[in-house]
Structures are given as C-alpha cells and as structure tokens.
C-alpha cells in the first residue's frame, strides 16, 4: 500500500478539494482507494462527500471506542473515505498520536491511501506525518503559500517521508504568479501538476459532487487525472524495477 501525505504549510490552498479529486481519479483508475481527513479539529473532507451526518468518525476510532473498519465509508467508483467528526465533543476525544497504529487495520488490499493533512504545526499535523510514507507537497503559485510549504517539506523530511513532488493549484497564468520552474527549485523537487483556477471546482462541490465526476474534461479535472495517472505509474515502475 502506498500512503501518500497530502501537506501544504498553509491553510487554505485546496489540500481537501485535491484529496477528494485526486482520491476519485486513482479509484477510477481501477485502484482500491481510501482517502482519510486527518484535519481533525477543521474537518472538511467528509462533507465534500455528503458524510457530515454519519454515526461515526475517525475521532471514535482515535478515542478507542470502536474499530477503524466502522468509518470506512463508501464513496463513488469504489471509492472509501474516512471522515473526520465535525463536532466539538468529537474533536476533544481523538488521540491523534494513534493515528499510525489504528492505520494498521486498513484492509490488506488497499493500494493508496491518500491523508489529508491539516497545515501548520499541529499534534494533528504530526500525527498525518508520521502515519505516510510519502508526501505530495500542495501550493498557491505565490510566495507566501509557498515558503509554508518549505516548512513542512522540513517537517516531512524529519519523519523520513519521501517527498514525492509539488502540485500548485489555482493556477491563472499571470506574470504576477511563481512559476513552476520556481517552485520546483525553491523546493528541489519536481512539480507533478499544475492545477488552474477553475470554477467547476466550486461548481460540483455546490451540487455536492466532485469534479473529476461531475465535469470530467474541465481544465482541473484532466490535469487532477493526469497527476493520478502519473502517481499510479510510479508505483509500476517501482513494483516492476
Ligand atoms: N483549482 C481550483 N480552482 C478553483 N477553486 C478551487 C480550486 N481548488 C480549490 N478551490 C477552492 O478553494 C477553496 C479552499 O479549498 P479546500 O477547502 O480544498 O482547501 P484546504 O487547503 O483543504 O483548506 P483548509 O486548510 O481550510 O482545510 C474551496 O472553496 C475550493 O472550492
Ligand atoms: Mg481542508
């Protein structure tokens, strides 16, 4: 199984919204899937999937009240997700520190997971860290998203996570922007997508759906699914080498 950490540094920059997406894209792929909010306090990643109203969440599973396999949720094509509790009460009770070992009982045949993590430096934060093996590092093309994210590439390296790459989202094509060429050496890392700013984001997430579903040629969704092409492939080439 491959566990991939979706990290940004800063808040905002479309982290779950590229969890989601990306997530649908490998599952389509034919891949068993499973993404997992680990945004514990701000969760956000359930709702993009209609499951804000579920019984159970990871939260109960991080306070030991029941087994991970009870928020395995289904989502589209074959898709699971693990929801994070929106709720007050739920957010007190998780031990996020638990979160590598309950990750345990994920069932044998998952090939990705993909763990979206909160920014900064959180115990939560941490927690989503030391639970991958690999980090996707997410950004704005400007200067302030992107020096956070050197921040938990740092963080990432201290855990022994291989960085796999950056993708820059919202991306206008505007001379104001970083480049990728920037990104990619400010990081030394190679840029694995360009994700442009694109209303049918926004558009499916309204109608409760998700992009790569719900406008499946828009300009993020094909470069979304070019990217989860492009990570399903470097798995081959390593399980083949
Ligand atoms: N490529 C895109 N084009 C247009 N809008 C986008 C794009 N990616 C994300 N967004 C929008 O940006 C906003 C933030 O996205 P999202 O909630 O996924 O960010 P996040 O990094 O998970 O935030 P948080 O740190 O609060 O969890 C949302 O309104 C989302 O619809
Ligand atoms: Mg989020």
Do not use: C, W
Request: glycine share 8%.
């Amino acid at each position: 199984m491959r566990r991939i950490v979706l990290g940004s540094g800063k808040g905002g920059v479309g982290r779950s919204t590229l969890t989601a997406n990306l997530g649908l894209a490998i599952a389509k792929m034919g891949k068993t899937t499973v993404v997992l909010d680990a945004s514990l306090t701000t969760p956000n990643l359930g709702a993009m999937f209609k499951l804000e109203k579920v019984p159970y969440t990871l939260n109960d599973v991080l306070a030991g009240k029941i087994p991970l396999s009870d928020v395995i949720y289904r989502g589209p094509s074959g898709l699971k997700i693990i929801p994070a509790g929106v709720t007050l009460d739920q957010v007190k009770k998780a031990l996020p520190n638990r979160l590598p070992e309950v990750l345990k009982e994920l069932p044998i045949k998952t090939e990705f997971l993909l763990i979206d993590a909160p920014g900064g430096l959180r115990r939560e934060t941490v927690a989503a860290l030391r639970a991958g093996q690999e980090v996707l590092l997410i950004t704005l093309p400007e200067i302030a998203a992107a020096s956070d994210m050197m921040k938990t590439r740092l963080i990432a390296d201290f855990f022994g996570l291989k960085p796999i790459g950056v993708v820059i989202n919202r991306v206008l094509q505007e001379e104001f922007e970083l480049t990728s060429l920037e990104i990619g050496h400010l990081l030394n890392l190679p840029v694995l997508a360009e994700v442009p700013e694109d209303v049918n984001i926004k558009k499916a997430f309204n109608l409760g759906k998700i992009a790569v579903d719900a406008s499946p040629k828009s300009p993020a969704s094909k470069a979304i699914k070019a990217l989860a092409k492009k990570l399903v492939e470097m798995r081959t080439r390593k399980s083949t080498a």
